[in-house]
């Protein structure tokens, strides 16, 4: 009898819906995209229930043509940080969500940091004061929206990222739980003890009764009912944040190992084992996933917010492409970007940086040139951000990381892997299978469910496509690192 795993990919931009056998088969898959609000310049919203839409149109296009009594698991993977407003009662959204890239609270963190409030965030969470992440957005929204803060002092309120507002309505609102890798994202929750924190708590205005409540990334978190997509019953048995999803779809579970994520930011994170590492150069401490034996797997991260939403500004912004695919035949048309340099800091500058009022510039440009180094300079932009997260994470571990798995769609772009192995100085492995947030939901629900005993279980399913190896000499990739830090102070 054939058996199932349901993966829910819910990213920046869609949502997409992975239906695969245990046999790790590709059985069915489908993304739906759904809109993005700006309502001001620096603010991101979505509308969740436009999210759901999206959800439910996505899997109920895997699943007709099987029967879906015979899923095992499902698995969800989310945009981390984003955060969503609900009642308990109904699961009826009471605001938009706001979304990660959303800079509306930069005033607010850069307030804390002048009280030197940083450093009790950074030893508690594994985090920094930046607007990323949740707790300024829920501080913000109890404060600003009406219908969340009655809900709140009515004791209806619901808040949690997007796999527990996803949770809610696949279990008709019986379950308001999360995981640790996206608990330990909202700047809430103490990454050691592994408990919502009552310090985070009182500052931002939180309180225990509105948020989720945290079990393991791999373990039963309630089942379907009431759903027109799905029969009752089906377990919902894996929730991991989509950055860690990947880390462990790129079979990434050993102490040294790293993986970046080319997705709409660009995502760098380092397995580290039991033990959280505590970054001096301003990278992020994060939990990876938690299992239900009481083990917890922790990562160093670093994260550029602008990795494939660049390309996607040459495309709807300035008109210069149709569709992203376009940019790597453009961008080649030169050999280099001749001095031209853009810097992609459209909504603030990530790790090591940490600036949220850093804008984006293009400098460097004369009467010669035109599209196609506008182009390579995008490239270039996106190549240059990881080079910052990568050395950061190098003076962290005290040595130099070999090779780098990556993953996501931009990834498919041959030329940004050689500008990115160039310029890191470090050879890239890139697997046959690129869409490693999906698979790691998969995996998640699959160990969940029992179908997979341990993640040891996983590593033999990682198989290498291509790698790319350097090219440019040191002295050619430390000038381009020069012009990159000279740009770069003009954000």
Known sequence: MSQYILAIDEGTTGAKALLMNVSLKVIAEKTVPFEQHFPQPGWVEHDVDQIWKAVEEAVQFVVKDIDAKKIVGIGITNQRETICFWDKKTTKALSRAI?????????????????????????KTGLLLDPYFSSTKIEWTLKNVPAVAKAASDGILAVGTIDSF??????????????????SRTMLFHIKDELWDAEMMRTFGVKDNMLPHVQPSFSKFGVTKGLRFLPDGIPITGMIGDQQSALLGQACIH????????????FLLMNTGSKPKKSKHRLLTTIAWTTSTGETTYALEGSAFMAGATIQWLRDGLKMISSASEVEALASEVKSSEGVMLVPAFT???APDWNPHARAVIIGLTRGSNRA????????????Q????LHAMEKDLGGKLSSLNVDGGACKNNLLMQIQADLLGCKLRRPENIETTSLG????????????????EITSVWKLEREFVPEMKDFDRLMRLKEWEAAKAKT
Do not use: M, P
Request: some cysteine.
């Open 99 to 123: 979304v990660w890239q959303d800079r509306r609270t930069a005033d607010r963190c850069q307030q804390l940091k002048d009280q030197h409030f940083e450093a009790s965030v950074q030893e």
């Open 166 to 183: 996803l949770l809610a309505r696949l279990t008709g609102g019986e379950v308001h739980a999360t995981e640790a890798s996206n608990a």
């Open 255 to 266: 102490e040294g190992q790293a993986k970046c994520t080319y997705g709409t930011g660009a």
């Open 348 to 350: 603030g500058l990530g």
């Open 373 to 384: 180094h506008i182009a390579r300079a995008a490239l270039d932009g996106i190549a240059f």
């Open 386 to 389: 990881n080079v910052d997260l």
């Open 441 to 456: 939901a998969v995996f998640a629900a699959g160990i969940g469910a029992g179908v997979w005993k341990s993640v040891e």
